[in-house]
């Protein structure tokens, strides 16, 4: 699971599109697993849930599973091999960094730009 400073980033500049994702597990009284060793402010709730802490309250870090299910990949996987192919072949062509350094990063980054038109500049996210 990506914790690192530019997934939360990533994740955080995604809060108009996705929301904040599942309900923080401080609101629903969950038990708090807290993540140490470079992961501050990062938690994981009883059921596999992944949070980073900010100011207004929880948001939810997805893993990869769950941004693949946000696209539908359960229903029909095969139906995004081929637009995966592509996008990934695009940021390779074009030398962007819209890849990102890990699945989470890739996945986030990949429904950034098929459900919203974005793309991420390293800051925030741009229209594709």
């Known amino acids: 699971m990506d914790t690192s400073e530019t997934y939360i980033k990533m994740r955080l500049a995604a809060i108009p599109y ?4 599942v309900n923080s597990p401080r609101s629903v009284g969950h038990e708090l697993n807290w993540l140490t060793d ?4 990062v938690f994981i709730d009883t059921n ?3 949070f980073v802490a900010t100011k207004e ?3 939810q870090l997805e893993r990869q599973d769950q941004l693949q299910g946000m696209l539908g990949w359960h229903r029909n996987p095969l139906g995004y091999i081929e637009p995966l192919y592509r996008y990934i072949t ?5 030398g962007e960094q819209m890849l990102g350094e890990s699945m989470e990063q890739l996945w986030l980054s990949f429904y950034m730009h098929e459900k919203h038109g974005k793309k991420w500049d390293g800051e925030r996210w ?3």
């Open 48 to 50: 596999g849930n992944f």
């Open 126 to 128: 741009i229209d594709a």
């Open 57 to 59: 309250g929880a948001v």
């Open 18 to 21: 996705l929301g904040r994702g």
């Open 90 to 94: 695009m940021g390779e062509e074009l």
């Open 38 to 41: 470079s992961h501050e402010g």
